[in-house]
């Protein structure tokens, strides 16, 4: 099987060949530049600044060099432009981080520092624009910057909450045009995220990518309006699901079914013990939603869904079953109910997991290259039994994490695959 052929099967819960593996295909299955940086130098790869992907985690390129010593086997496309609202495609530029790298950045990442230091983004490169994200000198990524005005009750309009959710335009066709002609017939599988179809991610609230953003813009005061203006909730999300799908409809006719998934939603409904809200809300504001736009994609095309949900979801899988999503992401394994066993036996057989290799927050950054080694054995054996799981971390591998370790868990899943 090629790499393609090897997550598909693996989607459709059929027994690969071999595990398939991600890593840095989405802002959620991805690397932070320094350990690219850690990794190149340790293969004996040409020495070169890393490009910065996603920068509002800071993560990196895994160019094809190293993809292929690490037998990654998926391409990530991505919009346009980042979360800043700055193009991404274009002329690059180096850029000293805090930590001492030089990596590679677009002509528009433009910044400034406060008064103690730490580095401010701004929208769409505009100096003179309000700041949208900060990283804290001592920090490896960005953190967004809350610009909620007085929230007025008989003011509120949900189009302010949808001025970034706009029907495609040609240039942005024109573009998904020319990265799908790039990787057309790849032996790799093929992840797009287009944008657009993430109702209610909280990563997207504060609109970082705005210069002036309106309407609900503070974290809390959204997670309040879920139960506190339900209604203006479903509009937004209403009115956002069809622009979606009016985009999808566009998108399709520029890149057929050359990709094999496409990137849905990151909205997480998960803590480490419990959800930030329960099954009914789930049904009631969000899976009516999910619904429509899983089914237009499943109905028009043969690309598979993807939904990224941190936490203790375990009592929501069902559900994103029911609405129609073929994978789910990050299975934080170490969240209360996350059990890798009985995940497998309990929906393996209807949602393929994509990641849950290795626990991130303790394993892999703090434990031992043989506790690594351990437990990726062991989550390999679970989830890989007969399909539906595609090898990647829990959420993207950090800047602070030991070269040893990261090391360690590609040679257990090589030694893994070459087993079987």
Known sequence: MNSRERVI?????????????????????????????KLREYYGLEKRPVRIIEPYQMLGEVEKDLSEILGLDVIGLSPK???????????????????????????????????????????????NAPPSGKMPKASYFFDALIRQKPVIEENLNP?????????????????????????KGSEKAII????????????????????????????????MSI??????????????????????????????????LVFICGTDFGTQDSQFCGVE????????????????????TTWKTFKHSCGAVEPFISKFIEAGFDVLNPVQINA??????????????????????VDTQKVLAFGSPSEVKDQVNENLRI??????????????IQANVPLENMVAMFETIDDYNRSL
């Open 192 to 223: 797009a995220n287009f944008g657009g179809t993430a109702v209610g991610d909280i990563a997207l609230v504060p609109a970082m990518n705005l210069k002036d953003p309106k309407g609900i813009r503070d974290i809390a005061e959204w997670y």
């Open 81 to 127: 432009k980042n979360m800043f609202g700055i193009p991404n495609n274009g002329n690059l530029k180096e850029f000293k981080t805090f930590w001492g790298q030089v990596v590679l950045v677009p002509s528009g990442f433009n910044t400034s520092t406060d008064d103690q230091g730490n580095l401010l983004i701004h929208p769409e490169g505009d100096i």
């Open 9 to 37: 099967a693996s989607i459709n819960h059929q027994t690969p060949d071999k595990i398939p593996i991600d890593v840095g295909s989405t802002g959620v299955t991805g690397i932070h530049a320094l350990a690219v940086e």
């Open 281 to 300: 809300t789930l049904e009631e504001m969000y899976l009516p939603y999910y619904k429509k736009m899983n089914d237009w994609i499943h109905t028009h």
């Open 159 to 183: 189009e302010d909450n949808l001025e970034e959710f706009s029907e495609i335009g040609e240039g942005d066709l024109s573009y998904w045009k020319a990265e799908i002609e790039k990787v």
């Open 383 to 396: 989830f890989g039994e007969n399909g539906g799981f595609v090898f990647n971390t829990v959420h993207n």
């Open 336 to 357: 209360k109910g996350m059990d890798p066993a009985h995940l497998k036996k309990t929906y393996g057989n209807e949602i393929t997991f994509w990641g849950g290799g």
């Open 227 to 260: 139960i506190m203006r339900p209604d203006y909730i479903h509009e937004i999300f209403s009115r956002q699901t069809d622009i979606a799908i009016k985009n999808l409809e566009k998108l399709y006719n520029v890149v057929y079914n050359h990709i094999d």
